[in-house]
């Protein structure tokens, strides 16, 4: 198994531009999510997916939507990037459903720059 | 709201000895709470999960506890290792993460 993957591993945008970060696992997990990470304030939720076609906001969602067609595959999108969104960007898959007790996988990470 | 912290944030300790690392929850109804390691430029790898009904949870060198009534968390590494070094974070219920303590491990 590859595990969690994301594409790509660095990105430079300009403000105004969007682009779609991709996030795919191949665990068969139902469980997906996006987190971003800023130095001293820890890896914050921003969007997540309990299964194919279900998708939820968590903390920090504005910017970026999210869609979920498949099981292995969860994009997420830049509709128009500011400097704020600036970070770099994990997603992460669990087998089941949010707060029941399964190991939380990881991707490498995205790193993220917005001029 | 949920809120989670690590303490210390840096912590720097010669090879050999063992030491503590803290993680506080504001909200004790948690499900489950997380320990992971993260090495620099690096994804988060899973150490110890341990649910909500469970005291502490092992593997090998570390152990993790686990008190809800007082909203603390420790993870302890015995013999610490140079290889040891990284960002370690605490998450509850996979959705809320500490800010990490950073541990350097010399030789």
């Known amino acids: 198994n590859a595990g969690v993957t994301q594409t790509p591993k660095f990105q430079v945008l300009k403000t105004g531009q969007s682009m779609t970060l991709q996030c795919a696992q191949d665990?068969?997990?139902?469980?997906m999510s996006w987190y971003r990470q800023d130095p001293g304030m820890g890896l914050r939720l921003i969007h997540y997916?309990?299964?194919?076609?279900?998708?939820d906001q968590g903390e920090v969602p504005n910017g970026y939507n999210v869609s979920r067609s498949t099981t292995e595959d969860f994009p997420l999108r830049l509709l128009s990037a500011a400097p704020s969104q600036t970070s770099v960007y994990f997603c992460a898959s669990s087998s089941r459903r949010l707060v029941v007790s399964d190991t939380q996988y990881f991707g490498p990470g995205t790193r993220l720059t917005v001029l | 709201k949920q809120e989670v912290t690590q303490i210390p944030a840096a912590l720097s300790v010669p090879e050999g000895e063992n030491l503590v690392l803290n993680c506080s929850f504001t909200d004790s109804a948690i499900y489950n709470l997380q320990w992971f390691r993260q090495d620099p430029g690096k994804g988060l790898t899973s150490l110890l999960l341990?649910?909500?009904?469970?005291r502490e949870q092992t593997s090998g060198r570390l152990n993790a506890s686990l008190d809800k009534s007082s909203g603390r968390s420790t993870l302890y590494i015995a013999a610490s290792q140079p290889g040891d070094s990284a960002t370690y974070l605490c998450?509850?219920?996979?959705?809320?993460f500490g800010t990490g303590t950073r541990l350097q491990v010399f030789p």
């Open positions: 998450a509850v219920d996979k959705l809320i």
């Open positions: 665990m068969n997990h139902e469980y």
């Open positions: 997916s309990v299964g194919a076609g279900i998708t």
């Open positions: 341990i649910q909500s009904s469970q």
